[in-house]
């Protein structure tokens, strides 16, 4: 292509334009095998330019050039994956939320699980405990996510608490950094120790992911219960099993009222303790199941007893102040938390207040991905919204939601922390269709390559077009 000047947009996942490689063979005189220096009086003019760096990735929409491109081949890399499920249906639109999502989580799968591909490009630990059971189920995701969570068990403070990132950026464990400090070991977050492990053994079946991430899990499950023991929210009275007295990110840019504008300190020391208690015992039942898939009985029996207790603390708590969300009721009935007698008032709780909301969604990051699941039939009426909040509004080109949940549109004060763009917003499962949507209750248990292909600048290549990189060893 000839020599231009490109400068990126958002969303799509591109090499961007760090290096200019000529086409032309060099001078006699240039060391390099290919001159790169594009002043180099002794080369000759390039018939064609690339901009390609070596060490970093930029996701874009749109590309601009400052002269005729002429003929432009951008590629699209990420991680060498293999598929392993696809997904269609008689509705079109469905097909095209699902190619988004898809599309989005290639954008995000370049080495390591990212939150956006655009600004940040950092391995959310959130992020990727809500949707590796949408790309364990499209992909090969084995090696990609076990060479992941040794990043986070690299990461993970000497006092069990897992970093929010991974590979950390903030380094906490060499440098000192008493602001990223206090927003470390958020539940849903650090979580993901737990979670990812437990779902990448549901859907491939080694034993050896449990086993390896075994204690890291247990200590970050120890500091989640200490903190549960000694730190209160000043909001009620001390319960040994409610995890409240800590910071959490929360249900993540849930739409609606997030307190004073301009006073993001009020939401960060707002009570959070039904979502963390609600992870403390989702994490603590599947170690309790991991202990069981590897024969360790004593201690299952252990880790069971402490989630009853956990779930019986959050039943006192919240069961009847909490379920005022969507987010909340979700939440209940995905991990299982409410009694048998009164699941079904939860879910009629449920539907009332999406049918209040015009029958849009009103969850946030971390519980928009059980929504549908936890719906019969209102799960479609829900599906096949085409306002916002809603999965299918960013197909019409409406107002791209914010945040990661997809679902945020409404004006908050809640203190902005990643990309609003869409393709970010279309990473989480969040944005992931659901094909079985039918009402369903919990179960009681809870080395890669990159890869390039031609993509034409309005849409993506297609199965017949040839990579031109190596696939990386199967595990």
């Known amino acids: 292509m000839k020599a231009v000047t490109p400068s990126a947009g958002t969303q799509e996942t591109h090499p961007g334009a760090v290096n200019a490689t000529s086409s032309s063979t060099p001078a006699a005189c240039c060391s390099r095998q290919w001159c790169t220096r594009r002043r180099c009086s002794n080369a000759p003019a390039p018939d064609w330019t690339a901009f390609e760096p070596r060490h970093t990735v930029h996701g874009f929409r749109y590309a601009r050039f400052s002269r005729d491109p002429g003929d432009v081949v951008m590629r699209v890399v990420h991680t060498d994956l293999r598929r392993t499920a696809t997904f269609t249906c008689g509705d079109d639109d469905l097909n095209r939320l699902h190619e988004v999502a898809d599309r989005s989580f290639r954008g995000n799968a370049v080495d390591i699980p990212t939150g956006c591909p655009t600004r940040e490009r950092l391995g959310w630990t959130g992020d990727y405990q809500v949707f590796v059971p949408t790309a364990a189920r499209l992909y090969d995701v084995d090696g990609f996510g076990r060479k992941w969570l040794r990043s986070v068990r690299d990461d993970q403070l000497a006092d069990g608490r897992i970093v929010n990132t991974s590979p950390d950026h903030a380094r906490l464990e060499v440098i000192d950094n008493p602001e990223a400090d206090h927003i470390t070991g958020s539940a849903g977050w650090g979580d993901a120790i737990v979670h990812v492990p437990w779902v990448l053994w549901e859907i491939y079946g080694d034993r050896q992911v449990l086993a390896e991430n075994l204690d890291a899990m247990t200590r970050w499950v120890a500091w989640a219960l200490g903190r549960a023991r000694d730190a209160h929210h000043p909001s009620r009275s001390p ?25 993001p300190m009020a939401w960060f020391m707002a009570d959070k303790g039904e979502v963390g208690t609600a992870y403390l015992c989702r994490s603590v039942r599947t170690l309790a199941a991991i202990h069981d898939v590897l024969g360790r009985t004593s201690r299952t029996e252990r880790y069971a007893g402490l989630a009853d207790q956990i779930r019986d603390a959050w039943q006192a708590e919240f069961l009847d102040t909490g379920m005022r969300t969507q987010a909340g009721c979700v939440r209940a009935l995905a991990f299982d938390l409410v009694p048998e007698h009164r699941r079904a008032e939860i879910a009629d709780r449920l539907v009332t207040l999406i049918r209040d909301a015009g029958w849009h969604l009103g969850t946030g990051f971390l519980s928009t991905a059980d929504l549908l699941p936890v719906l019969a039939d209102v799960a479609y009426r829900l599906l096949f919204q085409r306002t916002t909040p809603s999965w299918l509004g960013m197909l019409d080109g409406a107002p791209p939601p914010s945040g990661s949940s997809g679902t945020a549109s409404t004006p908050t004060a809640t203190p902005r922390r990643r990309s609003t763009t869409t393709a970010r917003a279309r990473s989480s499962g969040s944005c992931t269709p659901t094909p079985s949507v039918c009402a369903r209750r919990p179960a009681r248990s809870p080395g890669n390559g990159s890869w390039s292909h031609r993509c034409r600048t309005r849409g993506w290549a297609g199965p017949g077009e040839a990579s031109t990189a190596r696939r990386a060893p199967s595990r």
């Open 239 to 263: 319960s040994p099993f409610v995890w409240d007295g800590c910071f959490h990110w929360g249900e993540w840019l849930e739409p609606g009222d997030r307190g004073p504008a301009g006073d």
